[in-house]
């Protein structure tokens, strides 16, 4: 059985019986001449006269009390109305549980010193996301975008073993906050996982749990499920019908051990594990070392971090500024292949190659980009004015600015899946303040 993804793994709805009680008149036999009274109806509240002819005279009745209402007894065998009990809520739909938690769910970018990948990952705190550790491994740079904004994220958890990592952000986020459950979900129930498959816009997939101890690669415990998941599900929420934590996806398998095609088959870690390791990590205040890529005059920046503001209020601003954020944190990395690829392959080609773009970056730094404005959309193609704030040795910069504020007018290119550099016009920076 083989699995693909970043690592060892893929990155990855009476009738009552009543008595009739007729009213009758009461007649009191008297020596004389018979008086009759007749009682007044229940319905009338002024006191009426009964009148006879005695001696002469008139004689006049008290007005009789009405009598209570009679509670009437119950038919032998009837059914007895009690209170309707009251209705339960029902469960939520999973449109409405996507709506709940969607902005919880992060898009997180890696950089590495030879390329790059993607992956999902969920918010578990103010400043905290949790992932597979596969999706961060041999990370020089993180980018985590969520409906809030873009930041930069360190890793302070990482766990193999468990394919568990759990990122410290730069920012804190005001999206949904992720429950993770303390109980595994039972076999047959009802399971969803929202993620960024193949790097593309957010995504839900339903389905079931079929097993919470499965094995593969000698790991054991797992959840197995049917639920479709592909590249770039990898760290994202498996939920149950509440929107709860259940499981970390981080694994696919597309063949069996024979080697033919595998459908309906995916892992995710059971949620005892990822509620142990967010309770061991949470608190830590040191983030673990991110790999260095070698360069050629110096040394990477001691931090790749890229601060970002977004101003437009675009539906691509976020996309577009972590994919500058991506080419800005490999720059600051040395991961000048990664930084390259960020370009189309004929704005490179224009640069004459890898080797002649990168000639005295090694000293440059991105320090801040602001994305203040998207605008004239033609096609797959968009201008996007950004300011970069960059450091560098006065042998590279402009009238031997240490610190620089450049103004850039970026063409870019929608690839399908990403945005690409296609031409970056800039005017002369200006000394930082």
Known sequence: MTTSGYGRWVAAPFVLGLIALPLSSCTQPTAGPTVTVQAPPPAQSQPQQAQSQQSGSTTTSSPAATPPAATPPVAS?????????????????????YSKVKSGVALIEVTTCDGGGHGTGFVVGPNLVMTAAHVVD????????LPGGVSSAQVIGFDPGDDL????????????????????PSVASDVATIGFPLGAEMTFTEGRVSTVN???????????????INHGN?????????GRVVGVVVSKVTQDSNGDAAEGIAYAV????????????????????PDSCSTDGGGAATSADVDVTIESSDPS?????????????AINRGAYETAFDVYTTDTQQQLHGLDTWKAGLDSVFWRSLVLTE???PVGDRIHADVTVQTQQDTSVGRNGQTCSIWTFDYTMVWTGTDWKIEKADAGAPAACS
């Open 77 to 97: 065998g009837a059914p007895v109305v009690g209170p309707t009990p009251p209705v339960p809520p029902a469960d939520p739909t999973w449109a409405d549980v």
């Open 234 to 242: 990898s760290g994202g929420p498996l939920l149950d019908n509440k």
């Open 214 to 228: 499965a094995e593969i690669d000698g790991v054991s415990g797992l959840i197995k499920t049917d639920t479709a």
């Open 138 to 145: 041999g990370q020089t740079a993180i980018s985590v975008s």
């Open 165 to 184: 990592a759990l990122l410290r952000l730069d920012d804190a986020v005001q999206g949904y906050r992720f429950a993770v459950q303390q109980a595994l």
């Open 270 to 289: 059971n949620p005892l594990r990822a509620v142990s390791r967010l309770a061991e990590w949470r608190d830590r205040t040191t983030a673990l070392a």
């Open 374 to 376: 998207v605008r004239d």
């Open 317 to 329: 601003a976020a996309s577009i500024a972590q994919t500058l954020q991506i080419y800005g944190q």
